[in-house]
T-cell receptor, first 110, second 114 residues
């Protein structure tokens, strides 16, 4: 079945850029998503990218997609303490359920 | 803006009991998804419904069933509960046009099985 891989932890200094990486196996995924989950809370959709795009930018967020290597990244510019959370990469689309990675814990150092 | 509503937010049951979780999608959304997130785990897709028909099935146990009603709300019924069913259960909804690709998640129902 579909597999989505992420590194478990990322530590960055406040004000620096954070880059969270994800690889996926299902080349038929129509869309790729990034969700943010704060402790005890639900999943907040940050952004998504259509599989035929290479890049999408939304304020401090930049998503890069390398379809050939099945690699997705999320860059957060000027990382703030409020960005501290678990970030899930998800693949799927349409009426299909999403397959998520294990999540990357983003830790912000002052 | 209206969000996905889930009830109850917290539920405590004993082993072998049954539980019913409810999900009210964002108005005019016709697709509903159910996910289970165990402690420290990623959300696992269980089942989805589009226009009241089951549209995709994931790792939903046979002890669980779900349906979507005419007003588009959905219920997840869980029977013969086991300790391992303790988890956060999320519902997500999606709009009905081909340009609606976002799944919006509710706050979740935390189920504890004792």
């Amino acid at each position: 079945g579909e597999d989505v891989e992420q590194s478990l932890f990322l530590s960055v200094r406040e004000g620096d850029s954070s880059v969270i990486n994800c690889t996926y196996t299902d080349s038929s995924s129509t869309y790729l998503y990034w969700y943010k989950q704060e402790p005890g809370a639900g999943l907040q959709l940050l952004t998504y990218i259509f599989s035929n795009m290479d890049m999408k930018q939304d304020q401090r967020l930049t998503v890069l997609l390398n379809k050939k290597d099945k690699h997705l990244s999320l860059r957060i510019a000027d990382t703030q303490t409020g960005d501290s959370a678990i970030y899930f990469c998800g693949s799927g689309g349409g009426a299909d359920g999403l397959t998520f990675g294990k999540g990357t814990h983003l830790i912000i150092q002052p | 803006a209206a969000g996905v509503i889930q009830s109850p937010r917290h539920l405590i049951k004993e082993k072998r009991e049954t539980a019913t979780l409810k999900c009210y999608p964002i108005p005019r959304h016709d697709t509903v998804y159910w996910y289970q997130q165990g402690p420290g785990q990623d959300p696992q897709f269980l089942i989805s419904f589009y226009e009241k028909m089951q549209s995709d099935k994931g790792s939903i146990p046979d002890r669980f069933s779900a349906q979507q009603f005419s007003d588009y709300h959905s219920e997840l019924n869980m029977s013969s509960l086991e300790l391992g069913d303790s988890a956060l259960y999320f519902c997500a909804s999606r709009g009905g046009t081909s340009r609606d690709n976002e799944q919006f998640f509710g706050p979740g129902t935390r189920l504890t099985v004792l």
